[in-house]
């Protein structure tokens, strides 16, 4: 089966044109930009301020050897530490308050309902009624 360089052209086409695809990749690239800011203030405001009272985070100088092979514990250590501390920064800094601020514009009054249907007769009748106004049953 041959396939035609058109074909797979438009094969391609459709693909990219997706919707997902689309939000997906804008998705990344937000995402890559949005990282690059939370490092950003991650390494220069937050670790400088941590430093500033507890002395500076830096583990980097751990390590063991096994058969002249080095294992730098104090790399993973700082990964561990940097990880923590930005997904703390990011729960803190946007996530809580993005969810409070959805929560309010999202918060709508409840709304009690004026009718309720009949179970016999399945007819609207008002919310409040003891008994069906067409067909006398009690609800």
Known sequence: MSLK???VFNGFKKFILKGNVVDMAVGVV????????????????ITPLI??????????????????????????????????TISATIYFAVVLPTNKLMEKMNAK????????????CLSSIPAKAKKCKFCGSRV
């Not at 937000?30 to 490092?39: I, K, L, W, Y």
């Not at 409840?110 to 009949?118: L, Y």
């Open 5 to 7: 360089s058109n074909d």
């Open 30 to 45: 937000v995402g890559v930009a949005f990282s690059n800011v939370v490092t950003a203030l991650v390494k220069d405001l």
């Open 51 to 84: 430093g500033a009272f507890g002395g500076t985070p830096d583990f980097s100088g751990i390590y063991f050897t096994i058969n002249n092979s080095k294992f730098m514990v104090g790399d993973f250590i700082n990964a561990i530490v940097s990880f923590l």
């Open 109 to 120: 009054k409840t709304v009690t309902p004026t009718e309720k249907t009949c179970p016999e």
